[in-house]
Nanobody, 119 residues
Framework: VQLQASGGGLVQPGGSLRLSCAAS????????MAWVRQVPGQGPERVSD???????TYADSVKGRFTISRDTAKNTLYLDMNSLKPEDTAVYYC??????????????RGQGTLVTVSS
């Protein structure tokens, strides 16, 4: 399993970013996927997840601002982040879930991409 996240960077409060995750080494269309973020010194937070059929859930902290999506033709997972806040600053990881539904736990996590929200 390989999960390569990209798209992070420095953005001002209120700005937007799109994260991408290129997945390989498994049947991408058969598994639920998630985005997990972590601030150094704190525990991970599951930001959003999506089932194999596109059912989505979001953490309350990002609901209405972030949108998760997947392109099975490209084996790619996305996270569109709008109205970014300083508290969204974290390393964002793409994660494969242990099954097809989005309520499964994380089985694999790739290298992260840093998102910094600051003026």
């Amino acid at each position: 399993v390989q999960l390569q996240a990209s798209g992070g960077g420095l953005v001002q409060p209120g700005g937007s970013l799109r994260l991408s995750c290129a997945a390989s080494g498994f049947s991408f269309s058969s598994y639920g996927m998630a985005w997990v973020r972590q601030v150094p010194g704190q525990g991970p937070e599951r930001v959003s997840d999506i089932s194999d059929r596109g059912r989505r859930t979001y953490a309350d902290s990002v609901k209405g601002r972030f949108t998760i999506s997947r392109d099975t033709a490209k084996n790619t997972l996305y996270l569109d982040m709008n109205s970014l806040k300083p508290e969204d600053t974290a390393v964002y990881y793409c994660a494969k879930l242990a099954g097809s539904m989005n309520w499964y736990g994380v089985s694999d996590r790739g290298q992260g991409t840093l998102v910094t929200v600051s003026s």
